[in-house]
Nanobody, 119 residues
Framework: QVQLVESGGGLVQAGGSLKLSCAAS????????MGWFRQAPGKERELVAN????????NYADSVKGRFTISRDNAKNTVYLQMNSLKPEDTAVYYC????????????WGQGTQVTVSS
């Protein structure tokens, strides 16, 4: 079993920055990819960014390109999401997830952390 614990959410004004962290623990952690998702009220959950753990290859949703950066620290089994130039439309619950295999759904999810951007 893998546990994912997010932190770093909060309230910020538009144009501000936040950095989310997701620490993985449990059995020997070995995932193919890690991702950050978000879900705003009344909307479907969407992929914000993901990173292939071993190669460090990243992928971003068009809505956050140039503003958000996903990174990982192998030694700490931690993935980060640096969010800059935040907009009110970025307001959502942000979830960290781990996918064990190259293809298929994400296997483990964190509990989520609220990000609120005021205008």
């Amino acid at each position: 079993q893998v546990q994912l614990v997010e932190s770093g959410g909060g309230l910020v004004q538009a144009g501000g920055s936040l950095k989310l962290s997701c620490a993985a623990s449990g059995r020997t952690f070995s995932s193919y990819a890690m991702g950050w998702f978000r879900q705003a009220p009344g909307k479907e959950r969407e992929l914000v960014a993901n990173i292939i753990w071993s190669a460090g290859i990243t992928n971003y949703a068009d809505s956050v390109k140039g503003r958000f950066t996903i990174s990982r620290d192998n030694a700490k089994n931690t993935v980060y999401l640096q969010m800059n130039s935040l907009k009110p439309e970025d307001t959502a619950v942000y979830y960290c997830a781990a996918r064990l295999h190259r293809w298929g759904p994400y296997d483990y999810w964190g509990q989520g952390t609220q990000v609120t951007v005021s205008s």
